[in-house]
């Protein structure tokens, strides 16, 4: 994953081609880590990801409580996959993050 920061208080993070069980411990790490370090405004480039799991969606969801408990925001945006796409608005997940 790749971590830009554009501003203290503003990061990108752009995973890999999955965010799965076997690495979506180390997005929340990374969130945890910007978040401490006074990030308010995250943005996850989504570019790259093809697939998602549960435990990467539990993550996003992580990062977008804590940064909310901050007045802080997460925002998703450049989603390529039609099915990460489809998934999001089945969950209704864009109805909790900023999804562009």
Do not use: C, W
Not at 22 to 48: C, F, H, P, V, W
Request: hydrophobic residues 40%; aromatic residues 2%; without cysteine.
């Amino acid at each position: 994953m790749e971590v830009i920061h554009e501003t203290p208080a503003r990061a990108r993070v752009t995973p890999g081609e999955k965010i799965i069980i076997e690495n979506s411990g180390e997005l929340k790490e990374i969130l945890i880590n910007l978040i401490d370090k006074g990030a308010r405004q995250i943005t996850i480039d989504m570019g790259k990801v093809k697939t998602i799991d549960s435990s990467g969606l539990g993550k996003l969801l992580l990062g977008q409580k804590m940064l909310k408990e901050l007045n802080g925001k997460l925002i998703i945006e450049n989603i390529t996959s039609d099915y990460i796409d489809k998934m999001f608005r089945l969950i209704h997940l864009d109805k909790m993050i900023d999804i562009r």
